[in-house]
Each structure stands twice: as structure tokens, then as C-alpha cells.
């Protein structure tokens, strides 16, 4: 089953705005990832927070984690509308094997 | 990033035949694969697990005797749909590790677009 859930589930922006999405989960994390699909095709992987860090910089990404709240967001800074895709959230749980995904942020750059 | 190959990327098909997928890992050994299957607008669900040279586990509610993995080697997995019908339309997304334990980045193919007419 999902456990990841993000908000908003869609989200328009403008050029140049920024955009915030964010994802909950409900157990305990060894990491928390962010991966990026574009319409119809596989995923790429953004960013890996630990459970041990609270915020990581790549780029115009910020992923900030927040392990008491079970709660991660995602800030993409002076939005592009090559940004437009879904975003999901996965989760590694402590204890398993293999990532659980979010029901994923559609996101659309307006040029 | 690990690079992933899925094939084919795109296949049409009649309802009752079976159609395969092949997922290979080129630049490292997958000892463990995962299929996902994505329906349109829905996130990744998590359909099965295979250890290469053992039998698959399946997620609840996925079929084992419908969705044949094979996983042989360590750099091929193949996902088998035998019998499609439509309702198996979907998007089906490989992901192989080499099992590095937890905070390992998980690498994705391309993904499969299967269209059961």
C-alpha cells in the first residue's frame, strides 16, 4: 500500500515563481526521495534526504525533512516550464527493502 | 546515474496474448529487481520483487500465475503478461539495485507503455 501523500495534487504556476510541494508518510524512514516524471515516461531521481538531515540543496531544489512530523516538502526556486511533470515522493522504510511511493504533485510551469 | 534499458517502450497488443518486457541493467549487476506498474494520472504500485536466481514475490493482489518474472542473470529481468486484456493496460516501470542496503539511489528504466486492445 501507498503510504506517501502529497499536496497539492496538482499545482500551476508561472515562469519564475517558485512551487512547494509537500509529502507525507507514516512510518519510520532510513531516506526520503524525490523523483521527477515527465508525461509517459520513467522517472529521474531529484534528491535523497536522510532521516539524520533536515535540508539538502541541489540546484534550484530544496528538500527539507522533518522526521518528527513525518513530513518532507519540496521548493523548486524561479520555476522553468521544462519543470512540468509529476513529482513523487518515495520513502525507504526502516526495517524494508524497497521505496514506497507518494500519489505524486502535478505540476505545470505556465510560460 | 546507473543506466536502465526497457523494451520494448511501446507495444499494442489483442486481448489474449501474452506480451514480454525486458528490463536490463548495463553498468552494474541488479541482484534484486522490482516491477512497478503505473495506471494513467496514479503513482508507482509496487507489483513484485525478484532476487536474481529465485522466485519472485508478489505484492497482495498481483497475480503470479498472470505477471511471470523471470530473473536470471544479473543484468536481465523479463515481466511476462500472459493473457492481456485490457485492463492490464498500463505503464510498467523496472527498477533493478545491486542491493546496497538502505539510502542506495534506486535507478528506474524507461518504462513500458502496454496498450491491450
Known amino acids: 500500500s501507498q503510504q506517501g501523500e502529497e499536496d497539492p495534487q496538482a499545482l500551476s504556476i508561472q515562469e519564475g515563481e517558485n512551487a512547494t510541494m509537500n509529502c507525507s508518510y507514516k512510518?519510520?524512514?532510513?531516506?526520503l526521495q524525490w523523483y521527477r516524471q515527465n508525461s509517459g515516461r520513467g522517472l529521474v531521481h531529484l534528491i535523497l534526504?536522510?532521516?539524520?538531515?533536515r535540508e539538502k540543496h541541489s540546484g534550484r531544489l530544496r528538500v527539507t525533512l522533518d522526521t518528527s512530523k513525518k513530513s518532507s516538502s519540496l521548493l523548486i526556486t524561479a520555476s522553468r516550464a521544462a519543470d512540468t511533470a509529476s513529482y513523487f515522493c518515495?520513502?525507504?522504510?526502516?526495517?524494508?527493502?524497497?521505496?514506497?511511493f507518494g500519489e505524486g504533485t502535478q505540476l505545470t510551469v505556465n510560460p | 546515474g546507473a543506466v536502465v534499458s526497457q523494451h520494448p517502450s511501446r507495444v499494442i497488443c489483442k486481448s489474449g496474448t501474452s506480451v514480454k518486457i525486458e528490463c536490463r541493467s548495463l553498468?552494474?549487476?541488479?541482484?534484486?529487481m522490482f516491477w512497478y506498474r503505473q495506471f494513467p494520472k496514479q503513482s508507482l504500485m509496487l507489483m513484485a520483487t525478484?532476487?536474481?536466481?529465485?522466485?519472485?514475490?508478489?505484492e497482495q493482489g498481483v497475480e503470479k500465475d498472470k505477471f511471470l518474472i523471470n530473473h536470471a542473470s544479473l543484468t536481465l529481468s523479463t515481466l511476462t503478461v500472459t493473457s492481456a486484456h485490457p485492463e492490464d493496460s498500463s505503464f510498467y516501470i523496472c527498477?533493478?539495485?545491486?542491493?546496497?542496503?538502505?539510502?542506495?539511489?534506486?535507478?528506474f528504466g524507461p518504462g513500458t507503455r502496454l496498450l491491450v486492445l
Open positions: 525478484s532476487n536474481e536466481g529465485s522466485k519472485a514475490t508478489y
Open positions: 553498468d552494474f549487476q541488479a541482484t534484486t
Open positions: 534526504i536522510r532521516s539524520n538531515e
Open positions: 527498477s533493478p539495485t545491486s542491493g546496497g542496503g538502505p539510502g542506495e539511489t534506486q535507478y
Open positions: 518515495a520513502t525507504d522504510p526502516r526495517g524494508g527493502s524497497r521505496l514506497t
Open positions: 512510518t519510520s524512514i532510513n531516506n
